[in-house]
């Protein structure tokens, strides 16, 4: 079993920064690790991944070149650093762990076996 912690979240302005960490335990050894992120009457999308060699990753459009993941094996957490934040960056964001086997789980839900209970950012214009 793998448990996935967020924390990092709050109120920012707009054009504002904020790091999210997503503490893992269990068993994450070779895990892709995923951001998703849900506002009020959406559905939850993805934002980012990185797989477990910490070599590859991957953005959604809206947040490319804002956002950063990255990983940090000593202490198993994963990061996901938003910078230039925007009111439409609202939302609820969660972890997420898993083995996705396509390009296309890779970026949905499906793809993913372990999620945490999820962190509430705020954007204000």
């Known amino acids: 079993q793998v448990q996935l912690v967020e924390s990092g979240g709050g109120l920012v302005q707009a054009g504002g920064s904020l790091r999210l960490s997503c503490a893992a335990s269990g068993r994450t050894f070779s895990l892709y690790s995923g951001w998703f992120r849900q506002a009020p009457g959406k559905e939850r999308e993805f934002v980012a991944a990185?797989?477990?060699?910490?070599?590859?990753?991957y953005y959604t459009n809206s947040v490319n070149g804002r956002f950063t993941i990255s990983r940090d094996y000593a202490k198993n957490t994963v990061y996901l650093q938003m910078n230039s934040l925007k009111p439409e960056d609202t939302a609820v964001y969660y972890c997420?762990?898993?083995?996705?086997?396509?390009?296309?789980?890779?970026?949905?839900?499906?793809?993913?076996?372990?999620w945490g209970q999820g962190t509430q950012v705020t954007v204000s214009s």
């Open positions: 997420a762990a898993g083995q996705p086997r396509t390009q296309v789980q890779r970026t949905t839900r499906g793809g993913y076996d372990y």
């Open positions: 990185i797989n477990w060699g910490g070599g590859s990753t």
